[in-house]
């Protein structure tokens, strides 16, 4: 089966690039599963339940986010009543929503999907990743054939630390985050496959989503001046895993990227 893995939405750009190409990416790839990570979707931090109506619209079949999924405090609303959207599985027990679903593809294949933060250098700071990842493999790993990681993680190195430790042991692991597509995509020794970062889906002539002005403003004047997402045409950007659904691990794992003219 195919699995494809979109990274993180931005904005009205990274909206319009998936609704008008997602579908086509999908035919043309044959793909059985979809995983769309969506927390910067609305304006460039968090989303709304205006921009989750629109990705119902399209063949989603799970929603991941990372530490902007609070940002529109609505969501806090909402997401009990998606589980499909999922946030960090390492926040509270009692924080609204979940971080782990089980969907059935085609065929009847049941694949969890698991969305964790990692530590360095991210806010809030959450229970270790690599604890929580133990505990739900070992308590939900029978209820699944085929198990998605979307690790949403600031470092290179917590990334790529995580990839290793369950490889083997799920069919992917995926980071998301910083925005910038790696070129790390491979199969590690015991079937997971892994990249660095799956990049975002929004406009490219950007400081990772934000208008460059205003970036710009931030880093050489040093002004508190807001960040406003950029405008422009967008890619959308992510990975394509071919997972062999009996074993519950990858076949490969290769980068695609769909974009759209001015």
Sequence with gaps: MNVLLVGDVVA???RRVLRERLADLQASENIDFTVVNVENAAGG???TASVLGEFRALSIDVMTTGNHVWDKREALGFIDDNPDLLRPHNYPDDTPGSGWIVREAPGGIRIGVLNLMGQ???HPVLDSPFTMVDQVLAERSAEVDVILLDFHAET???KIAMGWHLDGRVAAVVGTHTHVPTADERVLPGGTAYVTDLGMTGCYDSV???DTG???????QKMQVRLE???GPGSLCGVVVDVDESAGRARSIRR???ELEQ
């Design 214 to 220: 205003a970036v710009l403003q931030r880093m050489v």
């Design 120 to 122: 360095a250098f991210m």
């Design 229 to 231: 997402p950029a405008t």
């Design 208 to 210: 990772i989503g934000s």
């Design 156 to 158: 290179t190195s917590e």
């Design 45 to 47: 931090f968090g989303i």
């Design 12 to 14: 009205r750009p990274g």
């Design 256 to 258: 695609v990227r769909a």
